[in-house]
């Protein structure tokens, strides 16, 4: 009973009234939700998919700690670290019922699934998060998306089979970079003209691309899937796929969906995005990562606001008219200048910023069970992601580029649009 869902319960309610009917049986107080408990048919189902690093201490702890979601399965390709993940939950649980696989599939065809978290290295989430969808489940994934056609796609599934969806970010709970776009949005800058961006560098070095004997247990086969074959080597797995361009696209899209985010929040462009981009980067030659690992790009939107991202210290600021707001450094405090900016009071006629200041994990559970849209939904993503795959591509090309925000489309310019989607190894498709 402690793995079925609301959904399963009200299934099987016809068939079993009749018969439990005068049976006598005992129940746990922890069974009808007593003791500052909640009931087994009131808690949220998840499977995790993909139990990294950041896919165990992040999200599962975090969906661990929220009483009102159960953890049922983890999947893993890397046997090492899906145990890891099934001791957690185990332990958690005091129980030894958590169930494990290596195939994703089995985690999304699971009727016991209410939704799925999924922290797979970039070129896994729209796909399995598509299947997820179609399978009936509500979906947390990890940021960003490999692609601005995948990221269309996935939008357009979600809202086609009505499911909760929410990007896997902190920075909306973040107290300093809401009350930074909060202020922004109200005008206490003036009219911005220009937003700041730093985001880390990538590695000194190139990676060794010499081909290792594949660990034992690893399906490396399931973690290339829909990326083009390449040999094993531990330099491409884990940490380091964000440096391959097959499965990546460097920091600018692993830290900027982050700091990119809160550009767009507080220039009110979370449904757009800018017209042009000019980008130049350095890139390894020789060796296995090819993501630019520095990096200037400037852009432009459509009303003049330009925005400046550079490799750094992770920074965020809007500057504007009548002043300016940001931090250097992440999470670090707000700067003003004037300085009072910093103690201005929001009015409750003034636009007020949603935000869960629990985090993303707690917003998604929330909105599984209100069925409303999450702080950091599909189009949102979609759009902030957007950024930072032209401005790769304006890299990769020594080009700039105008863009159609509406279209999704480089303005006459046929290469730079062939670079918006990526063919999948088969037999995997969207």
Not at 20 to 35: E, M, N, Q
Not at 254 to 271: C, I, P, S, V
Not at 404 to 423: H, I, T, Y
């Amino acid at each position: 009973m402690g793995k079925l869902t609301r959904r399963g319960l009200l299934k099987q309610a016809s068939f079993a009234g009749a018969a439990v009917a005068g049976f006598p049986y005992l129940v746990r107080p922890s069974a009808v939700g007593a003791a500052g408990t909640v009931a087994p048919s009131e808690r949220i189902a998840m499977g995790f998919i993909g139990t990294g690093g950041h896919g165990r201490d992040m999200n599962i702890r975090s969906f661990l700690a929220q009483d009102d979601a159960q953890a049922v399965v983890v999947c893993d390709v890397d046997p090492q670290q899906m145990a890891m993940a099934e001791m957690m939950v185990n332990d958690k649980y005091g129980n030894k019922d958590c169930a494990t696989t290596q195939d994703w599939r089995e985690v999304v065809a699971r009727a016991d699934i209410d939704a799925v978290m999924i922290s797979t290295p970039d070129h896994w989430h729209v796909p399995i998060s598509i299947a997820a969808a179609r399978a009936g489940k509500d979906v947390e994934c990890e940021k960003p998306t490999l692609t601005v056609e995948e990221g269309r796609a996935l939008v357009e599934t979600m809202e086609r089979y009505n499911r909760v969806f929410q990007w896997s970010t902190e920075d909306r709970a973040v107290d300093v970079y809401h009350r930074m776009c909060e202020l922004v949005r109200n005008g206490r800058i003036g009219r911005v003209h220009t937003i700041r961006v730093e985001l880390p560098a990538g590695p000194d070095s190139p990676g060794n691309p010499e081909p290792q004997p594949i660990p034992e247990g690893f399906d490396y086969d399931m973690w290339l899937g829909p990326a083009p074959w390449a040999p094993y080597t531990k330099d491409r797995i884990h940490w380091n796929f964000r440096w391959i361009w097959d499965y990546s696209g460097g920091m600018l899209t692993d830290w900027g969906a982050h700091l990119l985010d809160g550009a767009q929040w507080g220039n009110n462009t979370e449904h757009t995005g800018p017209v042009e981009v000019e980008g130049k980067g350095k890139f390894h030659t020789g060796g296995l990562w090819d993501t630019a690992y520095e990096y200037h790009l400037e852009y432009e939107y459509a009303d003049g606001v330009r925005l400046i991202i550079t490799s750094g210290n992770p920074s965020l600021r809007f500057e504007g008219d009548k002043g300016w707001i940001g931090n250097r450094g992440w999470r670090a405090p707000l700067e003003a200048e004037p300085a009072s900016i910093l103690t201005s009071v929001i009015g409750p006629d003034e636009v007020r910023l949603f935000t869960e200041p629990k985090g993303e994990q707690r917003n998604f559970v929330d909105c599984v069970k209100s069925r409303k849209a999450c702080y950091f939904p599909p189009e949102t993503g979609q759009r902030c992601f957007t950024i930072a795959h032209i401005g790769n591509i304006s890299m990769r090309l020594g080009q700039k580029l105008r863009w159609d925000p509406q279209a999704e489309r480089f303005v006459d310019n046929d290469q730079a649009n062939r670079m918006l989607g990526r063919a999948m190894r088969s037999p995997w498709t969207l």
